[in-house]
């Protein structure tokens, strides 16, 4: 997925095992005579974010249910029929031919530098191959999809029989990305290739990493406000659809998860939990108890 716009990225920390420490955001809920942990992950990661420090490792282990946005091992055929549906350009589209040999010389050699045959790349709306192409960049930087928050809290779930829950579907992410208007799809993918070229992504990442790293809520928050000025093509859609777009319905699902069950363990994005328009915060206007442990 376009994980936010590429929220986080770059900056190769040291390989060496680091000691449990505090990391992303984490909160406690209450309502409905119920209790939660909500936490904020990374989506891509390195060995020295682990081990978790151990009030959430603890948490989870001993957690009636884990919500996650996705299970993150999802079968190869939902996988495929969610991408054919959404991520393909349609038979007799307009394709990459129309931006003109310049334009599609420069996206066949990011494409062959991130491992994709540019034959294929050009089977893929913009927005999907702009995904691709920054996660492509995680890898190059040292970050990894097998590494990230959200995977090993399933796995510490799924090695003590906790039930894992999905909140959003694939199909809904996916169609999500293709809700922006073709001519603005291009537009991204266009931001998206300078951004990496530039090394803008890089920077932005060294602030999200850091920020995530030490639980620093002050980066995050920061990081959060440069978001909201972010009028580009680019900021205006992570911000308005694929946060804002998604936040109310997040809420409602913890809320109901919060109803109907004690000591669950919700993990989202970090994204996600900040700002005026975040989670917590809409949770907090409905009543339930929130309480930021770091």
């Not at 777009?245 to 000591?263: P, S, V």
């Amino acid at each position: 997925m376009l994980r936010r716009l590429i929220i986080v990225f770059f900056v190769f920390l040291s390989w060496q095992p680091a000691e449990a420490a505090e990391r992303g955001a984490l909160f406690r809920l209450s309502a409905h005579g119920h209790t939660m942990f909500l936490f904020g992950t990374m989506h891509v990661g390195l060995p020295s974010f682990y081990p978790l420090e151990p009030q959430l490792a603890a948490a989870v282990e001993s957690a009636s249910v884990l919500a996650l946005e996705l299970d993150p091992q999802p079968s190869f055929a939902k996988v495929a029929a969610a991408l054919n549906r959404y991520g393909k350009l349609a038979p007799g589209a307009a394709g990459y031919v129309q931006l003109g040999p310049r334009k599609l010389t420069r996206i066949d050699e990011m494409a062959r530098a991130a491992g994709l045959d540019p034959a294929t790349a050009h089977s893929y709306k913009p927005v999907l191959l702009a995904t691709l192409l920054s996660l492509a960049e995680y890898e190059k930087q040292g970050y990894r999809a097998s590494l990230s928050t959200d995977r090993e809290l399933a796995r510490m779930a799924r090695a003590r029989g906790v039930r894992i829950v999905e909140l959003e579907s694939l199909e809904g992410q996916l169609a999500m990305l293709d809700s922006l208007p073709v001519p603005s799809q291009w537009r991204f993918l266009e931001d998206c290739l300078n951004s990496i070229s530039s090394g803008a992504q890089a920077n932005e990442v060294r602030t999200v990493v850091g920020a995530w790293g030490r639980a620093d809520q002050a980066g995050l928050e920061a990081m959060a406000q440069r978001m909201q000025l972010d009028n580009s093509v680019g900021g205006k859609f992570t911000r308005e659809v694929l946060l804002d777009g998604r936040n109310g319905t997040l809420a409602d699902k913890i809320d109901t998860l919060l109803k109907e069950t004690d000591k669950a363990v919700s993990a989202i994005g970090v994204l996600h939990l900040l700002g005026p328009r975040s989670v917590p915060e809409l949770l907090r206007a409905r009543g339930v108890g929130v309480e930021r442990v770091y």
